[in-house]
Antibody, heavy 125, light 109 residues
Framework: EVQLLESGGGLAQPGGSLRLSCATS????????LSWVRQAPGKGLEWIST????????YYADSVKARFTISRDNSKNTLSLLVDFLRAEDTAVYYC??????????????????WGKGTTVTVSS | EIMLTQSPATLSLSPGERATLSCRAS???????LAWYQQKPGQSPRLLIY???SRATGIPDRFRGSGSGTDFTLTISRLEPEDFAVYYC??????????FGPGTTVDLK
């Protein structure tokens, strides 16, 4: 069974930092892109970052670029997100998700087929 | 940047009724890049549909995705009690890599 389990959330002060982790099992980790998606209280889903299967390429939403850093350890099947320079608006549940791919019409497309249960980040003084 | 809008914001229906949810893109997109998710309160999202019309593993056939160009639809043929939830469409692109719509809440009439 494919499983993703986030950890590392908690209370942080504005300007502070946290490191979120996502432990995975049940699939060949180093063949999948992985993503972080967050959800502010009572709001919708917001994609924030994706990392390639080999860790060489990272993608970020403009809202977190230069503040958040995604990384992965393919030897430990673990995904991480360093969240830095935190702001009140970063308060959210942070989900890690696996990005499955399909080839169609001369291009790959991706969708998020398995999600973790999320870890909550609260930014407050 | 392509934006997604979903309508209606809330759909109030009874079990057994048909639900029709709309997702509209601000410009024409590849149907293959469109997915739908379901989220129940306190739970993480669950993939329902990918490639606009392919059901994910384990998704009942009462869920059907369709559409092309700028207009996409998720249809639930006969609502079951467990189908009352929030539904999001999502687009795979270049920048940003994933875009979610604002969601449609299907609630009990």
């Amino acid at each position: 069974e494919v499983q993703l389990l986030e950890s590392g959330g908690g209370l942080a002060q504005p300007g502070g930092s946290l490191r979120l982790s996502c432990a995975t099992s049940g699939f060949t980790f180093n063949t999948y892109r992985l993503s972080w998606v967050r959800q502010a209280p009572g709001k919708g889903l917001e994609w924030i970052s994706t990392i390639s299967s080999d860790g060489a390429t990272a993608y970020y939403a403009d809202s977190v670029k230069a503040r958040f850093t995604i990384s992965r350890d393919n030897s430990k099947n673990t995904l991480s997100l360093l969240v830095d320079f935190l702001r009140a608006e970063d308060t959210a549940v942070y989900y890690c998700a696996r990005a499955e791919s399909r080839w169609f019409g001369a291009h790959y497309y991706y969708y998020l087929d398995v999600w973790g249960k999320g870890t909550t980040v609260t930014v407050s003084s | 940047e392509i934006m997604l809008t979903q309508s209606p914001a809330t759909l109030s229906l009874s079990p057994g009724e048909r639900a029709t949810l709309s997702c509209r893109a601000s410009q024409s997109v590849r149907a293959s890049d469109l997915a739908w998710y379901q989220q129940k309160p306190g739970q993480s999202p669950r993939l329902l549909i990918y490639g606009a019309s392919s059901r994910a593993t384990g998704i009942p056939d009462r869920f059907r995705g369709s559409g092309s160009g700028t207009d996409f639809t998720l249809t639930i043929s006969r609502l079951e009690p467990e189908d009352f939830a929030v539904y999001y469409c999502q687009l795979y692109g270049s920048s940003p890599l994933f875009t979610f719509g604002p969601g449609t809440t299907v609630d009990l009439k």
